[in-house]
């Protein structure tokens, strides 16, 4: 099992998604910022590398929002969602094809990779449940 971290950067209502590169496993679908904890990391050291790896930004990480197990074809991931916001930088494309900032109502017009499903479903259910207050 392959340790994943991902981000849930919210910006006011609407939240940070990125589109994988063509070239790439589950190409051009969309994700939340992610990428491997590498050994001896922390994943909040591994999910504060990856921001700046691939988007050159400074992140702050907050508490787990979830963590997903997924088994795709070729790897399973155990994914950990944490909340967090930008520090400091201006986003850059240094890995993915784009970035959106979205609402939780947009999910639906985004292909988003399988293992962000069970993710974005809760969004969708806080969101009609708090309509973005408490984020």
């Not at 992140?59 to 944490?82: A, K, N, Q, R, S």
């Not at 916001?85 to 399988?114: K, M």
Request: charged share 30%; with cysteine.
């Amino acid at each position: 099992m392959t340790e994943v971290v991902a981000a849930l950067i919210w910006d006011g209502k609407k939240f940070l998604i990125c589109q994988r590169p063509e070239n790439k496993a589950r190409g051009l679908l969309w994700e939340y910022v992610s990428g491997k904890v590498e050994a001896g990391e922390t994943k909040q050291k591994a999910l504060i590398r990856e921001c700046k790896e691939e988007l050159d930004v400074t992140i702050t990480v907050g508490d787990i929002f979830m963590d997903v197990v997924y088994e795709y074809p070729d790897i399973t991931v155990h994914l950990t969602l944490f909340h967090a916001q930008i520090e400091s930088g201006e986003i850059r494309l240094l890995e993915h094809n784009a970035v959106a900032w979205i609402t939780p109502d947009e999910i639906p017009d985004y292909s988003f990779c399988p293992a962000d499903k069970e993710i974005n479903d809760r969004i969708a259910v806080i969101n009609q449940n708090r309509r973005y207050e408490n984020w």
